[in-house]
């Protein structure tokens, strides 16, 4: 079959390679088309410093870079701009428009930052926890942070991806569960745990339920099915679950499959697990961004 990948990092953030090389890499690959996902800039905003995110300075290279790639790989294979936007209660997230001036083709809305419970963040201060941070790292901020309360960390996690979700102003959910990242070395909770579980059915309701679109009235969510975890060797699955993707099915929840790719020989990587995943779900079908007749982005769905 057919595939994309529309969750790719390079240089311009975390990513080890240039956009180039991603494309290159995807036309060897045989994928359909390409979108270049770059954290978006946070610290004017949050004041929160990190050297993972896209800086400020560095955004209208960026916009330039793909959009030149575009030109050049016109007719051999797709690409699209776009950004990963961050979704920190209280300080940012998609539905802020901070980029609507840009040419982008979509956005991904994903949640990182995790605030410990009654704490929340503030501009310039506080804790800036990411879910999915290195070992060591993640190890510190779940005990100083956390009290090494698995519980605690999920809730903090799936009230941010909610909050997103119905706040709106992008166009595909990022990682739905990356909270689980770390689980492997450190068995913060049980997947098993009703109270986790919990908390995926409601996650997977508030997505069901729709989202204001840019235009106006209502529609789904595309939800990533994100290989990146498995790339890394940190996680046995994709994000979503097996069980989180069958609450997805049971509420007709579209799905496309990214490798969250932040080096050229991420892309396309276990994307056959996904596939499988998916079909075990009851999914049969799979969402490809493409170029429409207007030259707009035009999601086709794809069997798998």
Known sequence: MTWSCLHTHTVF?????????MCEAAVKKGLLSIGFSSHAPILKKTGIKTD????????????????????????????????????????????DGDFRELPLDYIIGSVHYAAPPGTGFSRGSGPAFTV???????????????????????NAYYDAYTGMIRAGGFDIAGHFDLVKKNNKRFNCFSPDDPGYQKRLLETADCLASGR?????????VV?????????????????????ALKLLWERNIPLTVTADAHSADHLGGYYEEARKAMLAA??????????GKDGKPLWIEERL
């Open 132 to 154: 999915d941070a290195p070992a060591e790292e993640f190890e510190a901020g779940f005990r100083d942070l956390f009290n090494n309360d698995g519980k605690a960390l999920y």
């Open 52 to 95: 993972w995110h896209l800086r400020g300075e560095k955004l209208d290279e960026y916009v330039e870079t793909v959009l030149a790639a575009k030109k050049q790989w016109r007719g051999r294979l797709e690409v699209f701009l776009g950004l990963e936007v961050d979704y920190i209660e209280g300080l940012c997230g998609p539905a």
């Open 282 to 291: 009851g999914y049969t079908g799979v969402m490809l961004l493409t170029g």
């Open 212 to 220: 204001e679109a840019p235009a106006g009235g209502k529609r789904p």
């Open 13 to 21: 953030c975390d990513g080890k390679d240039d956009v180039a090389a």
């Open 223 to 243: 939800v990533e099915v994100n290989t990146g975890g498995m790339n890394r060797g940190l996680t046995a699955e994709p994000y979503p679950s097996p069980a």
